[in-house]
């Protein structure tokens, strides 16, 4: 029987649901001993070796690899929705520009204001279901990349129908056709940031698609919660880091300081990772050929610098670096401004937010836990003028 009324700490529960099971799930598996991250059973470092976004969003979805005319067809969907209304452009460049409006926000009202012009966004049915996470992954990236043009003034570049997904991203963001290692980064980018378990934003996401509401309800959920800088923030305040460390001379002395003052350092730990996380890696084995590329090879140093010092003083408590440490080092070095770190962690992770409600769909029960009541009992009500 659960006790739901007790004296406050009479009960003991774990914080933040940590370790609670929310359902059975075949999409992704994250082994925070080993430090390994699975999608449907292939490692993460096969696919961000051979993958393409495209095809890890159809893994995710349909919990196998594509035949190539599958992939075709996904392919080709995914192409047919890139555009947006131009109400959504409208929006995107008058507000996004706004002194002190994150981009997080602009994301998450701008996704919201597709649902109206989808007349097929209330329709309940799986295949409703699936075709609506296809056009929100497809559009998810038209998005971003106009909210990073109007921030800096410029006019958003339409989608282009001949690129793979994350060059057409490159293209509409940076203004050109990038080259082929440019391309496949972004590609790798959104592979490592597509899913992960049952985090913040991807049960932000269930919660929500668990009542039946719509598929983009579910997909503002998932950036709501991923705005947050214990979450999706951190590859920002990690490179704030870098910056406030400035150059190696001063990593170590900086790092000892606020280890010892106990600080949260950015792209540090993780509830499940208590190793390595594998995404970090994958990243850095890309962050020389960047950085080298654009000269800024002194934020590796720092970096490094600070991993050793961490792993030295903190990896006995299973702290190390995060998919966020490098990733920041990675962006700023393709020429992504820091603000949009966020929005293209959500342009990578809304493949597994909604292949998960999907999921959640075929075999749904609406999520409500409960809580351990602690306030007073039979309380009279006592009228206003005699309180
Ligand atoms: C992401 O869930 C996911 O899968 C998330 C994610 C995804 O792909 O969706 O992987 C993406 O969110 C990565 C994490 C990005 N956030 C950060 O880098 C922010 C910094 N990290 C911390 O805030 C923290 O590590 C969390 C929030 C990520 C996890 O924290 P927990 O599991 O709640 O751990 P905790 O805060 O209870 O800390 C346990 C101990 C504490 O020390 P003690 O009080 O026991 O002595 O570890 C220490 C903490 O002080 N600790 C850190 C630390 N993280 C934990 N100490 C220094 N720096 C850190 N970063």
Request: hydrophobic residues 40%; contains cysteine; charged residues 25%.
């Amino acid at each position: 029987m659960t006790i739901i009324v007790a004296k406050p700490g009479e009960v003991q529960f774990p914080k933040g649901l940590e370790g609670a099971i929310a359902r059975e799930t075949t999409k992704g598996y994250v082994d925070g001993k080993q430090g390994k991250l699975y999608y449907h059973g292939i490692s993460i470092e096969e696919l961000a070796e051979h993958s393409t976004y495209e095809e890890v969003f159809y893994l995710l979805m349909y919990d196998k690899l594509p035949s190539k005319e599958e992939l075709s067809i996904l392919d080709m969907r995914m192409r047919q929705y890139r555009e947006i209304p131009d109400a959504v452009y409208e929006f995107i460049k008058d507000r996004a520009s706004g002194y002190n409006v994150h981009p997080m926000s602009v994301l998450r009202t701008a996704v919201s204001m597709l649902a109206p012009f989808d007349d097929a966004s209330e329709e309940q049915s799986m295949a409703a279901a699936e075709r609506e996470a296809i056009k929100i992954t497809s559009r998810m990236a038209t998005i971003t990349a106009a909210i990073g043009r109007a921030r800096r003034g410029l006019a958003p570049i339409h989608p282009d129908f001949n690129l793979p997904h994350a060059a057409n991203f490159l293209y509409m963001y940076l203004g050109e056709e990038q080259d082929d290692f440019m391309n496949r980064l972004m590609d790798v980018l959104l592979i490592l940031h597509a899913d992960h378990g049952c985090n913040a934003s991807t049960f932000a996401t269930l919660v929500v698609v668990s009542t039946l509401a719509d598929m983009y309800s579910g997909v503002v959920g998932g950036i709501s919660a991923l705005k947050g800088p214990l979450h999706g923030g951190a590859n920002e305040r990690a490179m704030a880091m870098l910056d406030e460390i400035g150059d190696e001379e001063n990593a170590e002395a900086w790092i000892l300081d606020a280890i010892a003052k106990k600080k949260k350092i950015m792209g540090f730990g993780h509830r499940v990772y208590k190793a390595y996380d594998p995404r970090a890696r994958i990243l850095h084995s890309y962050a020389e050929e960047i950085t080298r590329r654009a000269g800024t090879e002194h934020w590796l140093r720092i970096a490094s610098i600070i991993e050793r010092v961490m792993i030295e003083k903190l990896g006995a408590k299973g702290i190390f670096p995060n998919v966020d440490f490098y990733s920041g080092t990675v962006m700023s070095s393709m020429g992504v401004e820091r603000k949009l770190f966020t929005p293209i962690f959500a342009t990578g992770r809304v493949a597994g937010w909604t292949a998960h409600a999907v999921e959640q769909l075929k075999d749904n029960r609406i999520y409500r836990p409960r809580f351990i009541y602690v306030g007073p009992v039979n309380v009279a009500y006592t009228p206003i003028d005699e309180r």
